[in-house]
């Protein structure tokens, strides 16, 4: 990790990751009470959907916080850097989930358009739209270690 910037913005910046931790905790719990009330079971499997990538994002964000106070050592939650090894195991099977899930995105994106007659009818045209946004970020996520893979070799 990189510390040539000034331990003032570092503190400044490891203090809003715990407060956002704090302020989600309380959302996390708020939702889980909502979602255990619900009899409608098509509007507890999205708010479900909710308190999992909140949860997710809960998780990532004290693991950000703990990088950034330095609890998880220095080269905690930095850039990927490969040695030529890991880059020879990582390379090709990054590149083909890349294209699998590029796939996956534009077939979804069919499957959407193809469900809009049923958009106020049932939750099946939403659920597919989410699995699309899911998908465009798993192209991101490899994109990125497919960016400093090609960077470093």
Same mark, same amino acid.
């Given at each position: 990790?990189?510390?040539?910037?000034?331990?003032?913005?570092?503190?400044?910046?490891?203090?809003?990751?715990?407060?956002?931790?704090?302020?989600?905790?309380?959302?996390?719990?708020?939702?889980?009470?909502?979602?255990?009330?619900?009899?409608?079971?098509?509007?507890?499997?999205?708010?479900?959907?909710?308190?999992?990538?909140?949860?997710?994002?809960?998780?990532?964000?004290?693991?950000?916080?703990?990088?950034? $106070?330095?609890? &998880?050592? @220095?080269? #905690?939650?930095?850039?990927?850097? +490969?040695?030529?090894?890991? *880059?020879?195991? /990582? !390379?090709?099977?990054?590149?083909?989930?890349?294209?699998?899930?590029?796939?996956? $995105?534009?077939? &979804?994106? @069919?499957? #959407?358009?193809?469900?809009?007659? +049923?958009?106020?009818?049932? *939750?099946?045209? /939403? !659920?597919?739209?989410?699995?699309?946004?899911?998908?465009?970020?798993?192209?991101?996520?490899?994109?990125?270690?497919?960016?400093?893979?090609?960077?470093?070799?």
């Amino acid at each position: 990790m990189t510390r040539r910037l000034s331990p003032e913005w570092w503190a400044e910046i490891s203090h809003e990751f715990q407060a956002h931790v704090r302020e989600e905790a309380q959302f996390l719990h708020a939702y889980r009470e909502l979602a255990d009330g619900i009899a409608d079971e098509g509007v507890r499997l999205l708010i479900e959907l909710i308190v999992d990538d909140e949860e997710r994002h809960h998780a990532l964000m004290a693991r950000i916080a703990a990088a950034a $106070r330095g609890d &998880l050592g @220095e080269d #905690a939650l930095s850039a990927p850097d +490969l040695s030529a090894d890991e *880059l020879d195991r /990582l !390379l090709p099977p990054t590149e083909q989930f890349l294209e699998a899930e590029r796939e996956d $995105r534009r077939r &979804l994106q @069919e499957l #959407a358009r193809t469900l809009r007659p +049923l958009q106020d009818e049932n *939750l099946w045209p /939403l !659920l597919v739209e989410l699995m699309e946004m899911d998908t465009r970020k798993h192209v991101r996520i490899l994109e990125y270690l497919h960016h400093h893979m090609r960077t470093t070799q």
